[in-house]
């Protein structure tokens, strides 16, 4: 199939970015890689009139470390993660996720923030940027404004940006050298969507302990405080995912958490 | 309606007038008249329609033309000459990686992608890296072998 | 007799048809560019049965927009069998009053491009009427279900019985087991679709349909039908196809709707199928139920299959090979390669409001295969033996060859017992046996499966003809023409996509006529250009295009010697025909190909007062001695290690040993059994096209149909047997199909194997991992009950 007629902008700055998307309202989209976009428009299934294309703005492509952060600009690929072409704060987690975001060419021209604002709940970012605690930073005419990636993604496809923001980029704590993380993936086939993501990362030095239970067709579910997660509490947190005991969802994502807790013990 | 696009396609200016909706692969196919990039599903998954887009293979079906504006893009149809693909057209044909022959533009840009930038990469490396190549003749048996026989070649000619 | 130089039957000639390949210079239909094209789309049905009450097309477009009331004198497809109690399902081109499955194609848009012909289907209002649908094929035979045809009295198609009787057999049986065994639906899933690019040729007052088809005179025949003209004003041409599979043989409503279309607005026409097309609206194959039992005495010997089959067929009868083609091969093949004294099998082709079925790679062999082989393995569960035990001592052995079965089926040569001692050896048995006893470091379990078959190719009038489908096949022909310049031209009416008869066939013509294969060009897929023949399938090309070309050059070299032995002053009989040249025996005289060629078409005054006035031009006619087909046979071996936390399985080793009798290619035999095998573990593990229960299709992306990858297939490892078939040219025997037979069978007791101890025991492909995980679920319930 083919998409449907829409008009295309390519803004050389990120205010007229924003007011185009001010002025198109609904009617609007941002495209950043479009790989996600792609295959939406090409199937029909959104009918934007106007597509405002953000890919090349100088703004969203910036990776700066901050000293105990590192901000990822918008526009950073999958793969310049996956390469380390952009600062890790994450010794070593964020480029060993993006190596198993869909394929190599999808991940050359897919981007972090054009992921997040898609918001799939099987997407990578949007379980690890939830699990991470990360911050999103968005802008829009009422300027800049900053969300906590757990409460970021709202539902299936829904997110907390106003049809006028724009994803600016990532904000992310760094891990500290005694940080353990492990993450989980359950697919079919690399590249493919993922059923269940288990994920973990403790931090005795920052005090964080979290997991996570994602790719369950919503926001991520995410267990603040998981510090001395056994098995019955990872089935608790499954549970309260909304997979019931004796269920097949229940299974995947129980064994794919407790593989990631797991993986940290072990790293 | 429609958009004046000008590119570098297999190093030479390439100007077209496109739709925004028209996708890289139909620029290339219908307005370029490029077939050697070849539409196989048009959501990204099988990887038939695998270009090059400023160096890095790229899907060109969920890509849109206009979004290339600029852009250096290169197709099967541009990498006569390539060394690495010469060496591997060799080793395709050696190792009986093609039967219809569909696949295997855009699996020569992948498996290129590969040789180019993972010259240390084993065997299950290999085939992960081809996931997002869908062949349905040969069971990926011979493009595998002939994909790692270039990588070992290069690697003891280095 | 001539000498191969390497280059002749037995040769691993790299293939002639890599370069275009290679180089991105495929000629595949979707590459055809004609002055003035129009693009096609269709509207569908969104519902898998309606009635249509209305069709409003959108004001402004009314001259591009056209349904069935436009398409005047158009007919129906028919392919109807004439097998008793077969029940006729014409299928309009465009849907007429009623819908039957989801993807039915009710209107025709055209536009100067493929978007803007989707914008003009996109305005098409349709007011459909839903009537309760059929869906489950198991409901659909059962009395008082929805019917799919109201004429019928109900959703069988086809009932078939064959039926000896048991009763002797079940009262002295130490072993019966029975088992419930389901294939899930599949999309043969070509990378190309199909495409079809229609124009008409005013001078010739032709036209000419370009279409993406392993069949391309069928086509032309069919077309011929439906359009209501006569076939030599149709040219079917079949240019570079990517991948057929089954998938391509067929007649499709949509040629017939773009041949009429070109002839109605006067411009060449182009569809080309989508994925989405291809996934929810096109045909799919392989459904079957079966309730199998089978018997066996207290060691696992068979005694008796008893078995009752259902195909799903879907809404429509496929163009030619008809509704009822699987069921009821269903009920000749299931004995497989086995001997056995009883044989009960009842089959129903059921209708359904799903896509029609076509016969893919393998067609009932891979339903058949999958449902006897778990059975085996359930016998030798219950015999406590090793698997392969129970079918040493039910193969028919070497000695019985060639050996008449039980459904009077020929098996023209060969050890299968043999097949399944290598092996057995070859994955080294008695390792993976102490692996699994000493068991995994993560946890899984391993378990180890075979499955042994045998693939009836290139079967000829005898059997087709008992069908009375449209395609009876008879000889199969081949024009040879040596040109002026000593190149050979060969003309068949079969097709290549991706078989690499562009090789293989030269390797043919060399090995009779000394050519060499750089030096041979074959002409295929274009009526104008070729002989009639019913075209590619049922892995015949080799053994049948194979003895045409092998017959025509016969006829060949006998004119070459007639000349030259005139030219050189010598008998016929003394030449020696290699290398290009033919030379004097027990001499170094000799004259080129292209030397005798010349005096034939520029030196006639030099020729012999009785030459063959047909020249160096033969069309010839081949059948195999007698054409009950080739039967190759494999058996494949594979370990597998399952997760039972993930319900997931990997593939640790997988070895096939097969006999295709002469290999006129091992390395292009090679890629056919690779090939075919990794399309049998999709079916094995992951191939599927589910329906929700008002009959809409959930996998409308390769996302959701899951295809195997690099990561899913492992490097599969091959061993030939090569007994030659007696009944072909070269000994050679059909095996295109064959490395899609065995891997869910295979498969599936692997991982039956694996989980043996757990009392888990699979039954239905593919083995997702929401199935083996309900089915260890299922056995810890069933024992904590027990």
Same mark, same amino acid.
């Given at each position: ?198 994920? !973990? ?11 996570? /239970? ?18 019955? @509490? ?17 299974? *995947? ?15 | ?60 079906? *969920? ?45 020569? /840009? ?19 890296? $081809? ?21 070992? +070649? ?5 | ?19 275009? !390949? ?6 595949? /239909? ?85 978007? +803007? ?293 020929? !098996? ?7 097949? $399944? ?52 096949? =008879? ?12 190149? $050979? ?82 008998? =016929? ?206 056995? @810890? ?6």
């Amino acid at each position: 199939m083919k998409p449907p007629k829409f008009a295309y902008e390519k803004p050389r700055t990120l205010e007229a970015a924003i007011r185009l998307l001010a002025d198109g309202g609904d009617g609007a989209k941002l495209l950043a890689g479009g790989q996600s976009l792609g295959p939406i428009l090409n199937f029909r299934l959104a009918q934007p009139e106007l597509l405002v294309d953000v890919r090349t703005l100088p703004e969203l492509s910036v990776a700066r470390d901050e000293g105990d952060s590192v901000f990822l600009g918008a526009t950073t690929t999958h793969s310049a993660i996956e390469d380390g072409r952009v600062p890790d704060p994450t010794r070593g987690l964020l480029p060993a996720v993006a190596r198993t975001i869909a394929y190599r060419a999808v991940r050359n021209r897919g981007t972090l923030g054009g992921s997040l604002a898609h918001a799939d709940p099987a997407a990578d970012w949007v379980n690890v940027m939830a699990l991470l605690d990360a911050e999103i930073v968005a802008q829009g005419p009422r300027g800049e404004r900053r969300v906590r990636a757990s409460e970021f993604v709202r539902g299936p496809l829904t997110t907390a940006l106003a049809v006028d923001e724009i994803v600016l980029g990532v904000r992310i704590r760094k891990l500290s050298a005694r940080a353990r993380w492990g993450h989980y993936k359950f697919n079919r086939k690399p590249g493919e969507f993922a059923e269940a993501i288990g994920g !973990f990362v403790h931090d005795p030095e920052r005090g964080v302990a979290r997991a996570l /239970v994602g790719a369950i067709g919503d926001a991520p579910h995410v267990v603040a405080d998981a510090s001395g997660l056994d098995e019955p @509490r990872m089935r608790a947190a499954v549970s309260s995912a909304g997979f019931g005991p004796d269920t097949y969802e229940h299974q *995947i994502h129980f064994v794919a958490l407790k593989r990631a807790v797991a993986r940290a013990a072990a790293a | 309606m429609k958009t004046a696009l000008s590119l570098k396609v297999n190093g030479a200016l390439a100007e077209a007038q496109v739709e925004p909706r028209t996708s890289l692969a139909d620029c290339l196919r219908e307005h370029l008249m490029l077939t050697g990039t070849n539409v196989g599903c048009e959501h990204g998954v099988c990887g038939a329609c695998t270009v090059l887009i400023d160096g890095a293979p790229a899907r060109s079906c *969920i890509t849109l033309a206009v979004a290339c504006d600029g852009a250096d893009v290169r197709t099967i149809e541009g990498l006569d000459d390539d060394p690495v693909a010469v060496a591997l057209r060799e080793a395709f044909a050696a190792e009986h990686a093609l039967q219809c022959g569909y696949c295997t533009p855009g699996m020569l /840009v992948t498996a290129r992608d590969i040789v180019t930038r993972l010259p240390d990469a084993d065997e299950p490396r290999v085939r992960e890296e $081809l996931a997002g190549n869908l062949c349905r003749c040969t069971g990926y048996v011979g493009i595998v072998r002939a994909i790692l026989r270039v990588l070992a +070649e290069r690697r003891r000619s280095q | 007799m001539t000498q191969s130089a390497g280059k002749g039957v037995g040769a691993r000639l790299r293939r002639k048809e890599d370069e275009r !390949f290679l180089r991105g210079r495929g000629e595949y /239909v979707g590459n055809l560019r004609m002055v003035g094209m129009l693009d096609v789309a269709f509207v569908r049905s969104s519902v898998a049965h309606a009635r249509i009450c209305a069709v409003r097309k959108p004001a402004g477009h009314e001259a591009a927009v056209f349904t069935i009331d436009d398409l005047a004198g158009v007919r129906p497809i028919v392919a109807n069998s004439a097998l008793k109690g077969f029940k006729s399902a014409p299928q309009h081109v465009l849907a007429k009053d009623k819908v039957r499955q989801v993807g039915e194609a009710i209107v025709m848009c055209v536009a100067p491009t493929r978007a +803007e012909a989707e914008d003009i289907a996109a305005q098409v209002e349709l007011d459909l009427e839903e009537l309760p649908a059929v869906v489950d094929m198991v409901a659909a035979i059962k009395p008082g279900a929805p019917r799919v045809h109201d004429e019928w009295l109900d959703n069988v198609v086809l009932e078939t019985l064959v039926d000896d009787n048991l009763s002797g057999i079940r009262a002295r049986a130490a072993i019966k087991v029975q088992r419930r065994i389901r294939t899930a639906r599949q999309c043969m899933s070509p990378i190309e679709g199909r495409g079809v690019v229609a124009h008409y040729d005013r001078r010739l007052n032709q036209l000419t349909v370009h279409s993406a088809a392993q069949m391309p005179h069928i086509n032309r025949a069919g077309l011929s039908e439906c359009l209501g003209i006569d076939q030599g004003r149709i040219r079917v041409v079949a240019p570079d196809v990517g991948g057929g599979f089954g998938y391509k043989g067929i007649l499709l409503p949509e040629e017939v709707c773009l041949g009429w279309l070109t002839m109605k607005v006067g411009r060449p026409v182009r569809w080309l199928e989508d994925r989405f097309e291809q996934l929810t609206a096109n045909a799919n194959c392989r459904e079957h139920y079966y309730d199998i039992t089978g018997y066996a005495d207290a060691d696992g010997r068979l005694l008796a299959i008893d078995c009752e089959a259902i195909v799903d067929s879907g809404a429509y009868s496929s163009y030619p090979f008809s509704a009822c083609l699987e069921a009821a091969q269903v009920g000749s093949i299931l004995p497989g390669p086995y001997r056995m004294d009883g044989y009960r099998c009842r089959t129903w082709s059921a209708a359904t409001n799903k896509a029609p079925i076509l016969p893919y790679r393998g067609v009932a062999r891979t339903g058949v295969c999958f449902a006897l082989e778990l059975v085996l393995d359930a016998i030798a569960r219950e015999a406590r033996k090793e698997p392969y035990e129970v079918r040493l001592a039910s193969l028919v052995p070497p000695e019985a060859m060639p050996f008449v079965n039980i459904t009077k089926k020929y !098996f023209d040569s060969g050890d299968y017992p043999e097949a $399944l001692r290598r092996a057995v050896k070859a994955l080294d048995l008695p390792k993976w046996r102490a692996r699994q006893r000493r068991g995994e470091p993560d946890g899984r379990r391993v378990g180890v499966g075979l499955a042994i078959f045998c693939e009836q190719a290139a079967h000829g009038t005898s059997v087709y003809h008992g069908w009375g489908i449209p395609m009876v096949p =008879g000889h199969e022909q081949c024009t040879a023409r040596l040109s002026p310049d000593g190149v $050979l031209e060969l003309r068949i009416g079969a097709h290549s996509h991706g078989q690499g008869l562009e090789t293989t066939l030269a390797q043919v013509a060399h090995e009779i006529l000394g050519v060499d294969p750089d030096n041979v060009r074959l002409v295929h897929g274009d009526t104008a250009l070729t002989p009639y023949s019913t075209g590619t399938w049922g892995s015949r090309c080799m053994v049948m295009s194979g003895g045409a070309v092998a017959t025509a050059c016969k006829e060949i070299e006998k004119r070459v010697r007639a000349i030259a032995g005139k030219l050189m002053e010598v008998a =016929g009989d003394d030449l020696v025909l290699e290398a290009g040249r033919v030379r004097v025996g027990g001499t170094d005289r000799s004259m080129s190909l292209a030397e005798v060629a010349h005096v034939w078409y520029r030196a006639p005054q030099l020729l012999p007062a009785d030459v063959d006035p047909a020249g160096l031009e033969a069309t010839a006619g081949y059948k195999t001695k007698q054409d009950t087909g080739t039967f190759s046979y494999a058996c494949h071996a594979c370990a597998v290690a399952v997760d039972t936390e993930l319900g997931t399985v990997e593939i640790l080793d997988y070895v096939v040993v097969e006999d295709g009798g002469t290999l006129v290619n091992p390395m292009i035999v090679d890629g056919q059994v690779f090939g075919g095998a990794a399309q049998g573990i999709g079916t094995a593990l992951y191939e599927e096209m589910p329906f929700d229960a008002q009959g809409q299709p959930l996998a409308s992306t390769l996302a959701d149909y899951m295809l195997p990858g690099a990561t899913e297939v492992p490097a599969i490892r091959i061993e030939h047997m090569e007994t030659p078939s007696p009944l072909s040219y070269f000994g050679q025997k059909g095996i295109g199909e064959g490395g899609a037979i065995a891997p869910p069978a295979a498969i599936a007791n692997a991982v039956n194997d694996a989980l043996a101890d757990l009392g888990v025991e699979v039954l239905e492909s593919p083995i997702t991992p929401r199935r083996l995980l309900a089915a260890v679920a299922a056995a @810890r319930a069933g024992r904590g009950a027990a």
